[in-house]
């Protein structure tokens, strides 16, 4: 049984910053990226990060947000910078492990809010 803890959200103004945490109880993790879903909109990906450091990011937070992640500790982070009340949304961190890479697992899911 794989648990994805994540950490990070909150409320900020426009403008600021947060960084949001992803941490798996597993190694050997194939890719790791981050979901938003706002009220009454699909699920989207912001970003994902695979294990040869590639990574892929939406059109809309290209140059504000940044993923990583420390394969030590199996971890993904979301550094996000600039936010606009449009990246107010849940944000949820997606795994996939090498032995079985097209399975998915989700975390529980972190409230970002963006307000003045």
């Known amino acids: 049984q794989v648990h994805l803890v994540e950490s990070g959200g909150g409320l900020v103004q426009p403008g600021g910053s947060l960084r949001l945490s992803c941490a798996a109880s597993?190694?050997?993790?194939?890719?790791m990226g981050w979901y938003r879903q706002a009220p009454g909109k699909q699920r989207e990906l912001v970003a994902g990060?695979?294990?040869?450091?590639?990574?892929n990011y939406a059109d809309s937070v290209k140059g504000r947000f940044t993923i990583s992640r420390d394969n030590a500790k199996n971890t993904v982070y979301l550094q996000m910078n600039s936010l606009k009340p449009e990246d107010t949304a849940v944000y949820f961190c997606n795994v996939g492990f090498y032995s079985d890479p097209s399975q998915d697992y989700w975390g529980q899911g972190t409230q970002v809010t963006v307000s003045s």
């Open positions: 990060i695979f294990s040869t450091g590639r990574t």
């Open positions: 597993r190694s050997r993790i194939y890719r």
